[in-house]
């Protein structure tokens, strides 16, 4: 059974840090894409915030750029989201979705994580 957790959310306020991991287990044969989402709770559609490749190549959100820092560590099948200076507006739920081969096919498939919460007060 492969799971993707992930981990750190909580309240902070407006200008502080926080930072987001998440690690997905099972057997996992390969992950491709790692990234963040988020989701305002108005029940909007998730948004991507960052995404990292195997490779080590970044996309950010034009509204996190110059303050988030996306980054993973393979060996350990981990993705963490560094986020600083933070605003009211980055309150929301955080997502974690992987992209990962975990049977002996080529296919690759998405596994999201539950969420955690990140609430900035201003």
């Known amino acids: 059974q492969v799971q993707v957790v992930e981990s750190g959310g909580g309240l902070v306020q407006a200008g502080g840090s926080l930072t987001l991991s998440c690690a997905a287990s099972?057997?996992?044969?390969?992950?491709?894409?790692m990234a963040w989402y988020r989701q305002v709770p108005e029940g909007k559609a998730r948004e991507l915030v960052a995404?990292?490749?195997?490779?080590?190549?970044?996309n950010y959100a034009d509204s996190v750029k110059g303050r988030f820092t996306i980054s993973r560590d393979n060996a350990k099948n981990t993705v963490f989201l560094h986020m600083n200076s933070l605003k009211p507006e980055d309150t929301a739920v955080y997502y974690c979705?992987?992209?990962?081969?975990?049977?002996?096919?080529?296919?690759?498939?998405?596994?999201w994580g539950q969420g955690t919460q990140v609430t900035v007060s201003s």
């Open positions: 979705k992987m992209n990962m081969r975990t049977t002996a096919s080529m296919i690759y498939r998405d596994y």
């Open positions: 995404q990292i490749t195997t490779g080590g190549s970044t």
């Open positions: 099972g057997i996992i044969f390969s992950i491709n894409v």
